[in-house]
């Protein structure tokens, strides 16, 4: 385990009688994505600040690169992006990039960063004139200085229109492929879907899930829903598929991933009876549900 | 160490674009001239130039104002960070706390010097030129020139303790609001109080100097006044003076800045964005 540039072991920390996090264990490797969801309150937030060294853990113990959180070469290493990330009004993009680069140690191409991330227009503006999402760019300017190791993202698109999203998780994916791990949180379920290798799930500060999309969706054994639509007679085809009738010309089946083939053959046995057939397997939104929403034990 | 400079070169072109910067200079010339023009009557009647006189005067404006101007550039330097959610971004990068304290400082100190220099200067360029000035005059417009800049540092760096300190920036204007009274009127009034009960006893003979020069503000007019006769003659407030070493008040206001910015520090680190 020692390749993993950040490593989460049993990090607690409690606030008066709240756990906001128990016995969190959770680590990325470089290159690899992580996505991070929780509900409000669930202790995302405080768990990346706990990385930063911003805030110190009542247990356990976190390792950035090798160090501790907050220590220099630790600082040196991590790139963050706030949720609703700001900056001081007075000062162009420009100024408080170069600031960032000289407190980084980086002799960054300022003006290239900047167009990197679709702002080199606003180069010389004020910050105050700035529209959320170009702020939220100019912040994502910043991760991308001196090449970090660990990328931490809090809520990263939030304010950013669609094409801004996608223009984002493309930098995410450079980052990734430089060989920077990269920890997103997030309440964009869709888009983390798509775009990270693995999805842990905080609930009321316990790690309740941690694995790959396909692995998360084994062990809920959601079922998988089928859509047929009939030619004629869908009240027919619910009779004989066991399904629910849910419009006039369709009817739906849930079935357990083992038992999709066999529903499949049965369907196609009806031949013309049948026009069309919609596989829908469970999405994250789903499983995020299931696991975010489970009733404690 | 090129860290501290990054911030103060920024901190700097955040001064001067928020007008910062002029509007203390201006604060500081108006001020400067108006005392000098307003107290350039009892010259004859003292029997030294009108230098010596403005800079009486200048002292007395310092004593106010040199805090007050201090106050207002630091109460936010921590807590207005923290308001706007741009601290937590600023410390994740490998700048210590203390680097970035002393960025703050170095770039409002060095604000607070060009106002200082400019005002007073301008002020005793006026009075010297119009009422005629000797070196002992221009030495104690130099000696008040730098008292007022290490008066100023010893603000900064308790604006500083209450930005760290304060929950938010109204509450830190607020509290900088009242430690800016208690250092400058509320101290002093109290004293006063304590001289009057104690009748010349022990206390006004053996402590209360003491007490006076441990306050910033009284040790900065302390230094200007003891240090040249004629301020003094001019401020009438030589007695408490003369019974101090003459170090006790250039210590006072030299230790308090490193004390300010100690504790202002410590409370930094224990700031959580």
């Given at each position: 385990m020692?390749?993993?540039?950040?490593?989460?072991?049993?990090?607690?920390?409690?606030?008066?009688?709240?756990?906001?996090?128990?016995?969190?264990?959770?680590?990325?490797?470089?290159g690899e994505r992580v996505a991070l969801l929780g509900h409000n309150g669930a202790g995302k937030s405080t768990l990346i600040k706990a990385i930063l060294g911003l805030t110190p853990l009542s247990g356990g113990r976190i390792s950035v690169a090798g160090t501790a959180p907050g220590s220099g070469s630790a600082r040196a290493a991590t790139a963050f992006l706030p949720e609703a990330v700001s900056f001081h009004p007075a000062l162009t993009g420009r100024e408080q990039l170069t600031l960032f680069s000289r407190l980084a140690g980086a002799r960054a191409d300022v003006p290239a960063l900047l167009d990197r991330v679709g702002l080199a227009d606003a180069l010389d503006r004020r910050i105050g004139t700035y529209s959320k999402g170009m702020r939220q760019r100019l912040g994502l300017a910043q991760v991308l200085l001196g090449?970090?190791?660990?990328?931490?993202?809090?809520?990263?698109?939030?304010?950013?229109?669609?094409?801004?999203r996608q223009d984002l998780y493309d930098i995410i994916d450079e980052l990734a492929?430089?060989?920077?791990?990269?920890?997103?949180?997030?309440?964009?379920?869709?888009?983390?879907?798509?775009?990270?290798?693995?999805?842990?799930?905080?609930?009321r500060g316990v790690l309740v899930a941690d694995d790959t999309l396909a692995g998360l969706s084994a062990r809920a054994g959601l079922p998988i829903r089928l859509?047929?639509?009939?030619?004629?007679?869908?009240?027919?085809?619910?009779?004989?598929?066991?399904?629910?009738?849910?419009n006039g010309a369709s009817v739906e089946i849930l079935c357990s991933p083992a038992e999709k083939m066999e529903a499949l053959r049965r369907v196609a046995a009806m031949g013309e009876a049948v026009t069309d057939i919609d596989i829908t397997p469970p999405r994250l939104e789903d499983l995020y549900r299931h696991y975010a929403q489970e009733v404690p034990q | 160490m090129i860290r501290f400079l990054a911030i103060a070169r920024t901190e700097m072109l955040i001064l001067k674009r928020n007008r910062?910067?002029?509007?203390?200079?201006?604060?500081?010339?108006?001020?400067?001239l108006a005392l000098t023009f307003a107290g350039s009557a009892p010259t004859g009647t003292l029997g030294v130039d009108m230098l010596t006189v403005s800079v009486a005067s200048m002292t007395t404006l310092s004593v106010y104002l040199a805090?007050?101007?201090?106050?207002?550039?630091?109460?936010?330097?921590?807590?207005?960070?923290?308001?706007?959610?741009?601290?937590?971004?600023?410390?994740?990068?490998?700048?210590g706390r203390g680097e970035v304290l002393l960025g703050k400082f170095t770039a409002q100190l060095a604000a607070l010097a060009f106002a200082m220099v400019i005002g007073f200067g301008s002020a005793g360029a006026v009075a010297a030129w119009s009422g005629g000035a000797g070196s002992d005059s221009l030495i104690a417009l130099a000696r008040l020139i730098c008292t007022s800049v290490l008066l100023g540092a010893v603000f900064l760096t308790l604006g500083y303790l209450i930005s760290a300190l304060a929950p938010g920036t109204t509450a830190a204007a607020g509290m900088s609001a009242g430690l800016w009274l208690i250092f400058v009127v509320l101290y002093d009034?109290?004293?006063?109080?304590?001289?009057?009960?104690?009748?010349?006893?022990?206390?006004?003979?053996s402590v209360f100097p003491w007490v006076m020069v441990a306050n910033p503000a009284d040790a900065f007019r302390v230094w200007n006044i003891a240090a040249s006769d004629g301020v003094a003659l001019s401020s009438?407030?030589?007695?408490?003076?003369?019974?101090?070493?003459?170090?006790?008040?250039?210590?006072?206001?030299?230790?308090?800045?490193?004390?300010?910015?100690?504790?202002?520090?410590?409370?930094?680190?224990?700031?959580?964005?």
């Open positions: 020692t390749d993993n540039v950040l490593q989460i072991e049993q990090a607690s920390k409690t606030r008066g009688k709240l756990r906001v996090l128990d016995a969190v264990s959770l680590s990325v490797a470089p090449r970090p190791r660990v990328a931490l993202l809090d809520e990263p698109t939030s304010g950013l229109d669609p094409i801004s492929g430089q060989g920077t791990a990269v920890l997103i949180a997030s309440h964009a379920l869709t888009e983390v879907e798509a775009r990270t290798d693995r999805i842990a799930i905080l609930r859509r047929i639509r009939a030619r004629e007679d869908a009240g027919a085809i619910a009779e004989q598929t066991g399904g629910r009738r849910v | 910062w910067l002029v509007v203390a200079t201006l604060i500081m010339v108006l001020f400067a805090p007050l101007l201090a106050l207002m550039i630091s109460f936010d330097a921590i807590a207005g960070e923290a308001d706007r959610g741009s601290l937590a971004l600023l410390l994740s990068y490998p700048a009034l109290g004293l006063l109080g304590a001289v009057v009960m104690d009748q010349g006893g022990a206390f006004t003979q009438g407030m030589a007695g408490a003076a003369r019974a101090l070493p003459d170090w006790a008040a250039p210590v006072s206001l030299l230790v308090w800045p490193v004390l300010g910015f100690a504790a202002a520090r410590a409370a930094f680190r224990r700031v959580e964005p």
